[in-house]
């Protein structure tokens, strides 16, 4: 392969009007799409249980199936949306991988959490600052069930709208409705029981 | 739906950007992908070699020096485990740089052929100002790195076109200017097959040795060893 021949290949169907390119025109540049999407894709993968050490692996997947599928991209969806669609079938193969392979903990992050129970002093809000944000938040999160913390994440923190979840699940929007509200219901009983633990209160 | 009360909402709010990649996890990441699309083969012959950046697309000219030649690169995977920032220089950029060999004569300035001047730099588009919480801004780092890969690319197709000695010189720029670069790696595995073209024999050899013990997961290992160790085996008694 020469540099010439990727010229030739980038002068080919982007110039001739192809399909994608007049779809989306910003969607066909690879670079731009990952400079804009890169930090939402590696904070989304954390959020949806991705190990710290593993994060690379995963982002980088998601960045390489992208640029493959991206001439085929339609425009239809924002270019977010998509990205965050072949990420959760990255993530959801991860954890697949993972639960084969002996000694996998998939809930590691709960240990995190009980970990911060045993900081010790202060009140709630000083604890709050204290401990690594971060870190409680991928506690509590890690109590979900997958779907509903799939949910959550991508309504919560992505802050994408139910029909964006639902295009990214390939669900019904009434199905993403009911598990957003049981994930929320979830979330909240899980908070409430960190901060009766922190207290020094039974959970 | 019901919003989530205010407790619950603090610690989403909280959590949300508290462990945000850095410019050098995005970096890493890029190259990796950009390694493993050239591995792939993805560009060689797909579409999608059209939605690349031209920037991107000189990353990959330049990473694909494996495949100059027509060497394949095999199957590379790329695997990283999230290390410190200072994985930016790699593992043979660390050690003592390879030598370049001053024996070899500056070669006659001859003109590029047609079709392959250097259009890297003045083609670059004006990048979008960062937006909060989305894209990162760009960092000196890329300035120096999209800088080493024209340097590199520049050596690159002096292989290609079969003048090494242009290659070297290529590379003591690359020297004069970066030192020891981010893509110190690729400059030398470069440099070694570039000596064993102009000048093969047992200094090209010794190269191409350093940079194979020094490189041991580099993907450029099958090119080096093509260009150099093959070759000197096939012509020793």
């Known amino acids: 392969m020469s540099l010439l021949s990727l010229r030739r290949n980038a002068a080919g169907p982007a110039s001739s009007g192809g399909q994608s ?33 593993d994060t690379d692996d995963v982002v980088q997947e998601v960045f390489v199936v992208a640029h493959r599928r991206l001439a085929e ?11 965050f669609k072949i990420l959760v079938r990255v993530v959801r193969h991860y954890f697949r991988t993972q639960q084969r392979k002996p000694g996998h903990r998939p809930a590691d992050s709960l240990a995190a959490l009980d970990k911060l129970r045993d900081h010790g002093g202060g009140g709630p ?25 799939e949910v959550f994440v ?50 | 739906m019901n919003d989530l009360e205010s407790r ?14 850095k410019a050098a996890d995005r970096d890493r990441i ?19 070699a059209s939605t690349l950046s031209l920037g991107a697309k000189v990353g990959l000219a330049v990473l694909a020096v494996s495949v100059v030649g027509g060497g394949t690169v095999g199957v590379l995977k790329v695997r990283s485990t999230r290390p410190a920032v200072e994985e930016h220089v790699p593992a043979a950029a660390k050690s003592a740089p390879a030598v370049l060999p001053e024996a070899i004569p500056a070669p006659e300035e001859q003109p590029a052929p047609e079709g392959m001047e250097d259009t890297t730099r003045k083609a670059e588009p004006p990048r979008k100002p960062a937006a909060p919480g989305g ?38 720029e690359y020297d004069r200017r970066f030192g020891q670069g981010v893509l110190g790696e690729e400059r030398q595995a470069m ?9 093969p024999g047992p200094g090209a050899w010794a190269q191409a040795e350093a940079f194979m013990r020094e490189a041991p997961a580099s993907p450029l290992r099958e090119r080096v060893r093509e260009a150099c160790i093959t070759p000197a085996r096939a012509k020793s008694p």
């Not at chain 1, 219901?185 to 039974?202: D, N, S």
């Open chain 1, 21 to 53: 390119s007049a779809a989306c025109p910003a969607a066909t540049d690879f670079d731009a799409v990952y400079e804009e999407n890169f930090r939402f894709i590696w904070r989304a993968a954390r959020r949806l249980g991705i190990d710290l050490a």
């Open chain 1, 73 to 83: 991209f339609e425009g239809r969806a924002q270019v977010k949306t998509w990205l």
């Open chain 1, 125 to 149: 809000g000083e604890a709050m600052e204290r401990v690594d944000a971060a870190r409680v938040l991928d506690g509590i999160l890690a109590r979900l069930d997958p779907e509903k913390r």
């Open chain 1, 154 to 203: 991508l309504a919560e923190i992505e802050q994408l709208s139910s029909v964006e979840i639902a295009a990214v699940l390939g669900e019904n929007v009434n199905t993403v409705y009911s598990r957003l509200r049981a994930a929320r219901q979830e979330f909240e009983r899980a908070v409430a029981r960190f901060r009766t633990q922190e207290l020094g209160g039974k959970p």
């Open chain 2, 8 to 21: 619950a909402k603090a610690i989403v709010e909280a959590g949300r950007e508290a462990d945000a990649p």
């Open chain 2, 30 to 48: 890029k190259r990796a992908v950009l390694m493993q699309i050239v591995a792939g083969g993805a560009v060689a012959s797909s579409a999608a």
């Open chain 2, 135 to 172: 894209r990162m801004e760009k960092t000196p780092e890329d300035d120096q790195l999209n800088a080493e890969v024209a340097v590199l690319k520049q050596a690159r197709e002096e292989l290609r076109l079969g003048r090494p000695a242009r290659a070297l010189q290529a590379l003591v």
């Open chain 2, 191 to 199: 440099v070694a097959i570039a000596t064993c073209q102009a000048k």
